[in-house]
Every structure is written in C-alpha cells, then in structure tokens.
C-alpha cells in the first residue's frame, strides 16, 4: 500500500523559513509524481498553492515555493506570516490505478 | 468562473447509498478531460475517492473496492457520486474538485458533510 508522508505539525517563527516534506513510505519522490500543495483553513476548502512540483498558483504570494529536496517534495515558505498558520496538504499522482494519493496533511503554527 | 457546488443528504443511514452531486457553473463539463470526487474525515486527511473522465470512464479508490460509481450528465453540467454499504468510517465531508492536466485540483466545490449514523 501506497503512503504519502507528510510531518504531523510543525512551528515557525513569524518573519522565518519553514520547508514542509512529502514523501513515499517506499521510494522516492520526483516531478513524475506531479506532486501539488494545498492550503486548508479550518472549516474552508483546500485551496491550490502549487502544482507541477514548483508551479504557482495565479494569486498565491512568492513567499510559498515547491521542489524537490533529495528524495521528497517541499513546500517552503520564506517570510512566514500569522495568516499562514493552518493546515497544509499534499498529493502526488500515481498513475494508473491508484491515481492520486493524499498525505495525511501538517499543521503549521506560526508563533 | 468555474464554480463547483455539492449538493445531498447531510446524513445517511449504515448500510445504504450516499449520493451526492456536483453542479460546475461557468464551465460546460463535457470541455473537461475529468472530474473528481475528494473527502476528508473529520480531523483527518484528504483522500482521493474517484474520477470520471469525459469518455465516460471511471477510476475509484482501490480502498472503496467496488462501491463508487460516478457518473456525468452533461444535459445539466453535473456529475454525482454513490457509495453503497456505507459506514461510519465514511463520514466525512465530501469535496467535488476538476482535476487538471498535469494532475493537480483545481477549483474545489465548498465541500458537504455527509453523516452515517442510524
């Protein structure tokens, strides 16, 4: 079985760097994986961040960026701000048949 | 503007059908290669339930076995989602999302919590 790693919660400083993971319990991730983030407020739909491994969405602020860090993706944020405090999620594409396969989401506080 | 809105039954009984339906607004749904079908348990995370794509293939969850179907009618820009034998580990709020080239969601519906209690 196929599972998306993601870290459970994380902090950051308002004004510092955060750099959240997305891994494969077996093996690595890569842009063939078209791995995309969301943003989810409490109560609210997710909301697209960035797609095609490093693709912003229109609207999104060039604070958040997406890569690949050796054998995940990563979604940092530079300049981490209060309004960023919330869940974030990632997916990445499998292909044929399992299709896309969620990690379990990180909760990010910024305090 | 596209615009996604579910729409069903806020609460369902063990063992039945969940139905729910996807109204895209601003956007002829027979234009997209697919849609899909998103849910999130309460404080958990999201899972991929099932696509439908413009030929009218279907792809599910391997988790849901044999108890999605999704299906399309163009006639009134909507696509609908059943989930047969349902439990309570199938509560969740349930999100319709049009999935794009390239394998990212985007827009979402609202999302709608469904309940399976008796």
């Known amino acids: 079985q196929t599972v998306v790693t993601q870290e459970p919660s994380f902090s950051v400083s308002p004004g510092g760097t955060v750099t959240l993971t997305c891994g494969l319990s077996s093996g690595s991730v890569s842009t063939s994986y078209y791995p995309s983030w969301y943003q989810q407020t409490p109560g609210h739909a997710p909301r697209t961040l960035i797609y095609n491994t490093n693709i912003r969405s229109s609207g999104v602020p060039d604070r958040f960026s997406g890569s690949i860090l050796g054998n995940k993706a990563a979604l940092t944020i530079t300049g981490a701000q209060a309004e960023d405090e919330c869940d974030y999620h990632c997916v990445l594409y499998m292909g044929s048949g399992i299709h896309w396969v969620f990690g379990g989401g990180t909760k990010l506080t910024v305090l | 503007q596209v615009q996604l809105q579910e729409s069903g039954p806020g609460l369902v009984k063990p063992s039945e059908t969940l139905s729910l339906t996807c109204t895209v607004s601003?956007?002829?749904?027979?234009?997209?290669?697919?849609w899909g079908w998103i849910r999130q348990p309460p404080g958990k995370g999201l899972e991929w339930v099932g696509s439908?794509?413009?030929?009218?293939?279907?792809y599910s969850n391997p988790s849901l076995k044999s108890r999605v179907t999704i299906s399309l009618d163009t006639s009134k820009d909507q696509f609908s989602l059943k989930l047969t034998s349902v439990t309570a580990a199938d509560t969740a709020v349930y999100y319709c999302a049009r999935p794009r080239v390239g394998h990212w969601f985007d827009p979402w519906g609202q999302g709608t919590l469904v309940t399976v209690s008796s």
């Open positions: 439908i794509y413009r030929g009218g293939s279907t």
């Open positions: 601003g956007y002829s749904i027979s234009s997209a290669y697919y």
